[in-house]
């Protein structure tokens, strides 16, 4: 297990996968590394739900720490192409967070849900000693519909074309510019530019636009380990090659240069509400046509082989063994810490 960020396959095979508690014939699709939500068979209906933890980030304001928060938790299950439709969500707060601090909190939680129909079910909200921010919680996210409508993240097939929207470190580069803006040597427009990324970091509404066209077979969130950690997910759950030409892919105005002056790198870093989608060829005009009558970016990325790994730009890679965007934030803490 690495000391930060998400376990790799090994872990979860060797320590987790063998011991999952009772097996039940009403669970379709259980726990597997790469795969963002699992299914329970409810009637002739389609359960699909995912937890995430919760984090709340002060310093970018309460009401879009909020909204940041929240969409994270919702991508997870809104990849598998049913729209989210309940929340269960827990708050372990910390002494220090006001009433008026997490009612703002909620109020941005509470919009986004009705935006999108989502129902909050249940919960529990309370203060501990010891909790900190910006871990604050869990929420458990679900989508009601029927089993053969479900998109899995396994389910990329050779002959698939694959595209990525948004590109690499939309959400790194966006949140470590707005949590440190003076170690960042940017000027004024191009530190804006870096800053607004943060709020491209949500996908529900591109996943459900993109469900709805048709001939999807997989899609994915490049969350920790970036679109390199993605591509592997995909590719490894699905036992598959990708093929990846990183030049086909969208970078959205200000993330290179953001970058450059994080010391970040872009392809290993995290970036919630980019989407990597295997679609197959003959469907593949119809996706980018719908993403982009929404303002979405998007590229042809590559093509799904037989084989397996990762292939960019003509060579094998390894799965990334942690995201590049802990150390940078760690590196900019210290920085912060000293001034």
């Known amino acids: 297990m690495p000391d930060t960020g998400k376990i790799d396959r090994t872990f979860f095979e060797t320590v987790i996968a063998s011991r999952l508690g009772a097996t039940r014939q009403d669970v379709t699709k259980g726990p597997a590394h790469g795969v963002d939500f699992g299914v329970i068979d409810v009637g002739d209906a389609a359960l699909a739900l995912a937890t995430d933890p919760i984090s709340i980030l002060p310093e970018i304001g309460l009401e879009r720490a909020g909204r940041f928060a929240i969409r994270f938790l919702l991508t997870d299950v809104a990849v598998s192409g049913l729209a989210p439709s309940h929340l269960a969500v827990s708050f372990s707060l910390p002494p ?9 909190v909620w109020k941005a939680i509470d919009r986004e849900c009705t935006d999108l129909g989502i129902s909050i079910v249940t919960g529990h909200t309370a203060r501990y000693e010891e909790c900190s921010l910006p871990w604050v919680g869990h929420g458990t996210i679900m989508a009601a519909g029927n089993h053969e409508d479900i998109i899995y993240p396994d389910g990329a097939r050779p002959g698939d074309v694959l595209l990525v929207t948004k590109g690499p470190a939309v959400e790194s580069v966006g949140l470590l ?16 530019t870096a800053q607004s990324l943060l709020d491209e970091a949500k996908a529900t509404r591109d996943a459900m636009a993109v469900a709805d066209t ?3 077979r997989a899609m994915h969130d490049a ?9 592997h997910e995909m590719a490894g759950s699905a036992g598959v090659q990708f093929r990846i030409d990183t030049d086909a892919i969208p970078v959205q105005p200000g993330v290179r240069q953001g970058a450059d002056a994080l010391g970040l790198d872009i392809w290993h870093a995290t970036s919630s509400g980019t989407l990597v989608i295997a679609v197959q060829e ?17 590229g042809i990325a590559g093509r799904v082989t037989d084989g397996d790994g990762v292939v960019l730009d003509g060579s094998p890679t390894d799965p990334p063994s942690g995201d590049a965007s802990w150390p940078v934030y760690e590196r900019l803490l210290d920085e912060q810490a000293e001034q």
């Not at 220090?96 to 703002?104: K, L, N, Q």
């Not at 969350?223 to 591509?231: I, N, Q």
Request: cysteine-free; overall charge negative.
């Open 96 to 104: 220090g967070m006001t009433d008026e601090e997490f009612e703002s």
């Open 282 to 298: 003959e469907k593949t005009e119809a996706v980018i046509e719908t993403l982009e009558a929404r303002g979405t970016s998007v």
């Open 214 to 216: 048709g001939g999807v």
């Open 177 to 192: 510019t707005t949590l440190f803006p003076d170690l960042v040597s940017l000027d004024e427009s191009t530190l804006d």
């Open 223 to 231: 969350t920790e380990g970036g679109l390199v950690g993605a591509f």
